[in-house]
């Protein structure tokens, strides 16, 4: 069966300091992934997704950036974090279009102080 | 800019109590309506992927509804039970947005009292 892990759950985090977080598929070949970010009082918002190794398309502007380097491995970024960059991070996957359901890991909570 | 509206934003409940909610979104250019449960501590889990006006999609205690010409989608909740608590997300794929880009509403965080 598939699984999605994601790590890690909780972050705290300077401004100005790096980013990274993974994400991984297991069971399934050639998933689309995705980048989706909560904030305080938003809706779940895409930030990237991926249908192929290498490529990554970016929905909404800012200082993060993700990248793809296995089929089943997605990364999220950024060189300096912002305040703004707080929030409730999750990593998804699906397979095929982009109607079919999308299958979400456990997130992680980013607080940048 | 592509809005997806759910209403209410909460509600509490008594078990037993068969309780509805509602999604809006964008009519023109619709492709498909995603609604997810999302429990506190776990992932968001996929509950029905609806495409064709007039879907009907059930699982268990819960169904829902679309209508794609008017732009909203029910989600229907039989005989709540405690289990039920959770917040409901409702997303919304239209063409001419990019392939991956659903666009999810804040969702109806759903509390069932025992």
């Known amino acids: 069966s598939q699984t999605i892990h994601q790590w890690p759950a909780t972050l705290v985090q300077p401004v100005g ?20 970010r909560q904030a305080a009082g938003r809706g779940l918002q895409l930030l990237f997704y991926s249908v192929g190794i290498g490529q990554i398309s ?6 993060l950036s993700a990248s ?34 999308l299958f979400f890991g456990s997130g992680t909570q980013l607080s940048v102080l | 800019i592509l809005n997806v509206e759910q209403s209410p934003q909460s509600l509490h409940v008594q078990e037993g109590d068969s309780t509805n909610f509602t ?7 619709f492709y498909a ?18 495409t064709l006006n007039g879907d009907e999609k059930k699982k268990g205690r819960i169904s829902a509804t679309l209508n794609t010409k008017e732009g909203y989608s029910y989600l229907y909740i039989k005989g709540s039970q405690p289990e039920d608590s959770a917040t409901y997300l409702c997303a919304s794929l239209n063409y001419g947005g990019s392939q991956g880009n659903l666009i999810f509403g804040k969702g109806t965080k759903l509390s069932v009292k025992p």
Request: aromatic letters at 16%; proline letters at 7%.
């Open chain 1, 17 to 36: 300091s790096p980013l990274s977080l993974e994400c991984t598929v297991e069971g399934t070949s050639n998933p689309n992934l995705y980048w989706y």
């Open chain 1, 58 to 63: 970016s929905e909404v502007p800012q200082n």
């Open chain 1, 68 to 101: 793809r380097p296995q089929d089943r491995q997605f990364i999220l970024s950024s060189k300096k974090l912002l305040l703004s960059d707080s929030g409730f991070y999750l990593c998804a996957w699906s397979i095929g279009a982009s109607y079919e359901k």
């Open chain 2, 23 to 29: 999604c809006s979104f964008p009519s023109s250019n």
């Open chain 2, 33 to 50: 309506l995603h609604w997810y449960r999302w429990e506190t501590a776990k992932s968001p889990e996929a509950l029905f992927v609806m």
